[in-house]
DNA sequence: TTTCAATATTGACATATATCAATTTCTCAA
DNA sequence: TTGAGAAATTGATATATGTCAATATTGAAA
């Protein structure tokens, strides 16, 4: 527990606690922060900036350098990889409480991809020299950095291999069911994001994207309005996401 | 340096002390095992086995549990990602000196991709278990270890993302870059890869691999014997595979 | 050498998906 | 409320790439 003149440090971001945006409990999938002890976590955060974005902003860019890896503290976004020629891929949406290092951390240090804000978005950015001079001293940080970061490339590299490897319709159901089951979690859900950014987590045009749709719809396996979608017959969607 | 006795448990590989496979000089891009005391690679290398695989034979088998991470220590294998279908796609070759650890190492523990021998290959299986219990004493190690997953991860999302951003010569001409370049560093190379396998790293069909490599014989880019290359405008392949 | 199976090559064709253009629907600021 | 720009939808068409079948070539085994 921090007192009061620590939380007090914590400048232009009021709420953002410590404990708000990294303990344990709130931290989202990672456990990463939540080791540290307050000594440790403190020097981290020390000089963190909490910056607020609109829908469509750019949080971070690709091939930039990677300076300051960002904790999302409120909102959502999109993790693009921005190709030649304006072709974009969403390879994943992050939410509340998680945290992305721009892929190359404690490697390159560039960024290898576009993180762009979906929603009103507050994040804060944490100075990447801090973190390695922890990690060389908590060798169970650094363990925890190595498994998260080992997972969110995972994660990107199986939705990389789902686009190469199925077709328009696996790739559909795919991006209807991640929606539904990791990042709305209810089932008719309101989305705020586009069809091209639905066909760009599809690695599709927004046309074709549109029509698979209809396809979905006309079968009854699913309803959907301008901006919501309601998943009917899960089972037989699981199982054209399968069979690719 | 370790002694005569050391050396000698090193069972049945005897031409494979330990400074031939992971000293920092000779254990490729990567200083992961370069880094530890004599007494932790001891630790490490104590039980470790090696094994010879013949062309073709599977070294580690995707979806199956991961206790041992890989070490080559002579020969050539690929990394595929096996998708429904039989659709394979081959991510990277790996060479001499690389270590590998099937993408879920200090993860999830499972192997997500395939490794298959692709020459003649000694290769060398080193207990996980071991490593993880170096990883919470040596934090210089963690660190290591980190940048290294880190760097695999990276290069097949690259090559991953080249492959849905490109059309179909610009794949192929990635490929003949990365096998003149990486891979085999002459100019006329003969491989031992066949258009099968070129066409799964290029992410198509054999088929449309021998069209595309027709097209840029007959532009004059490269020449072609049944398995050598000797690419002849190494600029203008660059420029083909830039514009995707 | 001969033979056979694996690999490579070629061609004709099918199909998945992108592109382009036209139209409709929505949203939001004036 | 209106109107304009953005987003969504639809249709017609082009293109990239895969599929299938036939043939040619190679390399190893007998």
Chains 1, 2 share one sequence.
Not at 137 to 160: D, G, P, R, V, Y
Not at 204 to 224: N, P
């Amino acid at each position: 527990m921090l007192d009061e003149k620590e939380k007090s440090r914590c400048g232009d971001c009021l709420e953002c606690k410590y404990e708000c945006c990294f303990s344990n409990q709130q931290c989202g999938d990672s456990h990463i922060f939540g080791i540290l002890a307050s000594d440790e976590l403190h020097m981290l955060m020390d000089n963190k900036r909490q910056i607020h974005f609109r829908p469509g902003e750019t949080i971070m860019k690709q091939n930039t350098p990677l300076t300051h890896l960002v904790c999302i503290k409120s909102g959502m976004a999109k993790v693009v990889s921005e190709g030649p020629k304006g072709k974009n891929l969403i390879l994943q949406i992050i939410k509340d409480h998680s945290i992305f290092t721009g892929g190359g951390a404690i490697t390159d240090d560039f960024r290898h991809f576009t993180v762009a804000a979906v929603t009103e978005i507050d994040c804060c950015f944490v100075d990447t020299s801090r973190l390695y001079s922890l990690l060389t001293k908590n060798s169970s940080f650094a363990i925890e950095l190595l498994k998260h970061c080992n997972t969110q490339h995972l994660k990107m590299l199986t939705s990389l291999i789902n686009l190469s490897h199925k077709y328009m319709p696996g790739r559909v159901a795919d991006t209807l069911l991640y929606l539904k089951n990791i990042i709305f979690e209810t089932n008719p859900y309101n989305f705020i994001l586009s069809k091209q950014e639905l066909a760009d987590m599809s690695g599709m045009t927004k046309e074709s994207f549109i029509r698979s749709l209809k396809e979905f719809e006309d079968s009854g396996l699913i309803r959907h309005t301008r901006n919501s979608i309601e998943i009917l017959k899960e089972s037989e969607l699981t199982e054209i996401s399968r069979n690719g």
